[in-house]
């Protein structure tokens, strides 16, 4: 039978009985590592859009991408032109309204298209009148032997305020801030009220034959409302 024999190494004090080598050896030779204090930047908040929302806020962002923007009500629009208006030969001009973008052509009593209408109707009549003032003026001043703009600049005065020394200080149609030569040129014939398909030409034919459709049904029911 054999006898196992264990060999036990006894170090001398002060000294490692089995030598340490790799890892634990560079341990012992390097305790105390220099470590960077970890430093960190605050994160950027997300985007507005991207925060968590309530399903009130989620069911109206879900209708604007299907409906579009809503439907600004009568003081609304209101307090909206009276800001864009302009002052033109003593007028007061809105903003000639943008194009609805958020019709459901379901034939809805305060259709978007009925809104623009009136708008466009009454942006068409104040840029004709601001037009026709300007007519009266400039032929008044004519017949008084009185030139305009240019005319009365003395020599050497700059293009730009030659063009707007007018006596009521209305300066040359091309120095409105406001389009008024699209319902024609100022020398041209306008008549009292600009014609309704004038003003819709650019608007496609789809639109506007869904607009008498819609008209002639709401005379045909205010005709029968009235008979009962």
């Known amino acids: 039978m054999q006898q196992r024999t264990i060999k036990y190494h006894i170090s001398k004090p002060g000294e490692q009985a ?12 390097h305790p105390l590592h220099q470590t960077p204090a970890a430093t960190r930047t605050a994160p950027a908040p997300p985007p507005a859009d991207e925060l968590p929302k309530t399903t009130k806020e989620e069911t109206l962002a879900k209708g604007r991408i299907v409906f579009g923007s809503r439907l600004a009500g009568p003081t609304e629009r ?26 459901c052509m379901s034939g809805c009593v305060n259709c978007v298209w009925d809104v623009y209408g009136e708008d466009l109707d009454e942006w068409a009549q104040a840029t004709t009148e601001a037009k026709a003032r300007i007519r ?7 017949l008084k032997g009185q030139g305009t703009g240019a005319m009365l600049a003395s020599k050497g005065t700059p293009t730009h305020v030659a063009s707007s020394m ?11 801030s406001i389009d008024l030569g699209e319902l024609g040129e100022l020398g041209d014939a306008q008549p009292e009220k600009p014609i309704e398909e004038e003003l819709w030409k650019n608007i496609p034919v789809g639109i506007r034959e869904f607009m008498k459709t819609e008209k002639r049904l709401k005379e045909q029911h205010a005709e029968e409302e009235a008979r009962a």
């Open 18 to 29: 089995t030598p340490l080598q790799g890892f634990y050896a560079d341990m012992l030779a």
């Open 78 to 103: 209101k307090e909206k032109r009276n800001a864009g208006s302009k002052m033109i030969a003593g007028v007061r001009v809105p903003p000639k309204p943008e194009e609805p973008d958020n019709c």
């Open 136 to 142: 009266a003026q400039e032929t008044e001043k004519r």
């Open 166 to 176: 007018d006596d009521d200080g209305g300066g040359s149609e091309t120095n409105w």
